[in-house]
Protein backbone atom coordinates (compact mmCIF):
# COMPACT_ATOMS: atom_id res chain seq x y z
CA UNK A 1 0.00 0.00 0.00
CA UNK A 2 1.20 3.85 -0.70
CA UNK A 3 1.01 6.59 1.32
CA UNK A 4 -3.28 7.27 0.73
CA UNK A 5 -5.29 4.14 1.44
CA UNK A 6 -9.00 4.94 -0.42
CA UNK A 7 -12.07 2.76 0.59
CA UNK A 8 -15.65 3.41 0.27
CA UNK A 9 -16.38 3.01 -3.56
CA UNK A 10 -18.55 0.67 -5.15
CA UNK A 11 -22.30 -0.12 -6.78
CA UNK A 12 -24.91 2.57 -6.12
CA UNK A 13 -28.43 3.16 -8.46
CA UNK A 14 -29.03 7.18 -9.21
CA UNK A 15 -30.01 8.98 -6.37
CA UNK A 16 -28.12 7.49 -3.64
CA UNK A 17 -25.12 8.23 -1.96
CA UNK A 18 -21.94 7.11 -0.85
CA UNK A 19 -18.91 8.28 1.19
CA UNK A 20 -15.39 7.80 0.10
CA UNK A 21 -12.36 7.92 2.87
CA UNK A 22 -8.91 8.37 2.46
CA UNK A 23 -6.14 7.30 5.34
CA UNK A 24 -2.72 9.12 4.69
CA UNK A 25 -0.06 7.25 6.44
CA UNK A 26 2.46 8.71 9.09
CA UNK A 27 5.36 8.62 6.90
CA UNK A 28 3.53 10.77 4.17
CA UNK A 29 4.97 14.58 3.74
CA UNK A 30 3.22 17.28 5.46
CA UNK A 31 0.37 17.90 3.74
CA UNK A 32 -1.47 20.80 2.91
CA UNK A 33 -4.44 20.11 0.91
CA UNK A 34 -5.92 17.15 -0.06
CA UNK A 35 -8.77 16.38 -2.33
CA UNK A 36 -10.43 13.60 -4.53
CA UNK A 37 -10.18 13.79 -8.37
CA UNK A 38 -11.86 11.49 -10.65
CA UNK A 39 -11.16 9.91 -13.99
CA UNK A 40 -14.24 8.26 -16.28
CA UNK A 41 -13.25 6.15 -19.39
CA UNK A 42 -12.05 8.09 -21.96
CA UNK A 43 -11.90 11.21 -20.06
CA UNK A 44 -8.89 13.25 -18.19
CA UNK A 45 -8.75 12.86 -14.36
CA UNK A 46 -10.61 15.54 -12.97
CA UNK A 47 -11.09 17.76 -9.57
CA UNK A 48 -13.85 16.78 -7.45
CA UNK A 49 -13.30 18.49 -4.11
CA UNK A 50 -10.29 19.75 -2.40
CA UNK A 51 -10.01 20.71 1.14
CA UNK A 52 -6.80 23.00 3.30
CA UNK A 53 -5.69 21.96 6.60
CA UNK A 54 -7.17 25.50 7.36
CA UNK A 55 -10.50 23.62 6.32
CA UNK A 56 -11.45 25.75 3.03
CA UNK A 57 -12.35 24.00 0.38
CA UNK A 58 -12.98 24.43 -2.97
CA UNK A 59 -16.08 22.00 -5.09
CA UNK A 60 -16.24 21.08 -8.70
CA UNK A 61 -19.31 22.83 -9.95
CA UNK A 62 -20.20 19.53 -11.37
CA UNK A 63 -20.55 18.33 -7.91
CA UNK A 64 -21.55 21.45 -5.79
CA UNK A 65 -24.76 20.64 -3.99
CA UNK A 66 -24.49 16.81 -3.65
CA UNK A 67 -20.92 16.00 -2.88
CA UNK A 68 -19.22 17.26 0.63
CA UNK A 69 -15.33 17.16 1.83
CA UNK A 70 -14.73 17.16 5.04
CA UNK A 71 -11.31 15.86 6.62
CA UNK A 72 -10.60 15.10 10.71
CA UNK A 73 -6.66 15.95 11.03
CA UNK A 74 -6.35 14.16 13.72
CA UNK A 75 -6.82 10.98 11.87
CA UNK A 76 -4.94 12.44 8.48
CA UNK A 77 -8.01 11.47 6.57
CA UNK A 78 -10.29 13.09 4.14
CA UNK A 79 -14.33 12.35 3.59
CA UNK A 80 -16.28 12.84 0.56
CA UNK A 81 -19.86 12.41 0.75
CA UNK A 82 -21.59 11.95 -2.20
CA UNK A 83 -25.45 12.46 -2.29
CA UNK A 84 -28.15 12.08 -5.07
CA UNK A 85 -25.18 10.55 -7.19
CA UNK A 86 -26.08 10.59 -11.10
CA UNK A 87 -25.10 8.11 -13.90
CA UNK A 88 -22.27 10.47 -14.61
CA UNK A 89 -20.65 10.27 -11.68
CA UNK A 90 -19.24 6.83 -12.66
CA UNK A 91 -15.39 6.92 -12.59
CA UNK A 92 -12.46 5.61 -11.00
CA UNK A 93 -11.87 8.50 -7.91
CA UNK A 94 -8.53 9.32 -6.57
CA UNK A 95 -7.60 10.37 -3.07
CA UNK A 96 -4.71 13.19 -3.92
CA UNK A 97 -2.43 14.94 -1.31
CA UNK A 98 0.10 17.58 -1.88
CA UNK A 99 2.12 20.23 -0.58
CA UNK A 100 4.45 23.22 -2.33
CA UNK A 101 6.66 20.48 -3.39
CA UNK A 102 5.51 17.26 -2.96
CA UNK A 103 2.20 14.96 -4.61
CA UNK A 104 1.13 11.53 -3.42
CA UNK A 105 -1.88 9.27 -4.96
CA UNK A 106 -3.60 6.90 -3.86
CA UNK A 107 -5.09 3.98 -5.72
CA UNK A 108 -8.13 4.51 -7.00
CA UNK A 109 -11.84 3.47 -5.91
CA UNK A 110 -14.30 2.59 -8.60
CA UNK A 111 -17.80 4.31 -7.98
CA UNK A 112 -20.44 2.89 -9.91
CA UNK A 113 -23.91 4.22 -10.34
CA UNK A 114 -26.41 2.19 -12.40
CA UNK A 115 -29.65 1.31 -11.82
Known amino acids: QGPLVESGGGLVQPGGSLRLSCVAS????????MGWYRQAPGKKRDLVAE???????NIADSVKGRFTISKDNDKNTVYLQMDNLKYDDTAVYYC?????????WGQGTQVTVSS
Open 26 to 33: GTIFSIDI
Open 51 to 57: ITTGGRT
Open 96 to 104: NARNQFSIA
